[in-house]
């Protein structure tokens, strides 16, 4: 199966500019995630979908991240506008929903938008 | 939400096993504890889970101690590509199944 499809790749923007990243999930993955991971740190969470409802975004900083999924499908997040602090790899990941009872639960991740802000 | 401790490095030399060690001395009984890797420059991908007893799948073993305070996934022949960073995640089988990330051990492996 494709995996978790993420775009772009790099991006470099100036303090106070906007910026908009794309997450397009697993077929058929209902559940969502996007991350933040800063250099020589594990990546933090930022939000999570089910379907194209929030379940938690109490790590979002809403004065100027903001996110959607569109139908349930892909996802963007949005920054605006930027800080020198929020130069980072921005991780998107999906899993299907957890059944309990020891079945695995996977998040499969993308290969994640790596931002600069100069 | 109970945390897992790791060392921040480890050795391996090539085709040698290696074992990274994980304690969580707060786990609770409805925790799973799950391995995920991050190789450079990539995404995070899931290695291998258990509950209370050891597991094997193609890339590792969980080896799981007796009280659950403490796990061992095992690399049985470290290559040059198992060269990444190891995060040990313990995941409540309720709620909204979050991964909540530490540092991690950076595995390093010698040619």
């Known amino acids: 199966e494709a995996g978790v499809a993420q775009s772009p790749r790099y991006k470099i923007i100036e303090k106070r500019q906007s910026v908009a990243f794309w997450c397009n999930p697993i077929s058929g993955h209902a559940t969502l995630y996007w991350y933040q991971q800063i250099l020589g740190q594990g990546p933090k969470l930022l939000i999570q979908f089910q379907n194209n409802g929030v379940v938690d975004d109490s790590q979002l900083p809403k004065d100027r991240f903001s996110a959607e999924r569109l139908k349930g499908v892909d996802s963007t997040l949005k920054i605006q506008p930027a800080k020198l602090e929020d130069s980072a790899v921005y991780l998107c990941a999906s899993s299907r929903p957890f059944a309990g009872g020891g079945e695995s639960f996977e998040q499969y991740f993308g290969p994640g938008t790596r931002l600069t802000v100069t | 939400d109970a945390k897992t401790t790791q060392p921040n490095s480890m050795e391996s030399n090539e085709e040698e096993p290696v074992h990274l060690p994980c304690n969580h001395s707060t786990i609770s009984g409805t925790d799973y504890i799950h391995w995920y890797r991050q ?46 960073v190891y995060y040990c995640i313990l995941l409540r089988e309720a709620g909204s199944y979050q991964l909540t990330f530490g540092k991690g051990t950076k595995l390093s492996v010698i040619p």
């Open chain 2, 39 to 84: 190789l450079p420059s990539q995404g995070p991908e899931y290695v291998i889970h258990g509950l209370t007893s050891n597991v094997n799948n193609r890339m590792a073993s969980l080896a799981i101690a007796e009280d659950r305070k403490s796990s061992t996934l095992i690399l049985h022949r470290a290559t040059l590509r198992d060269a990444a």
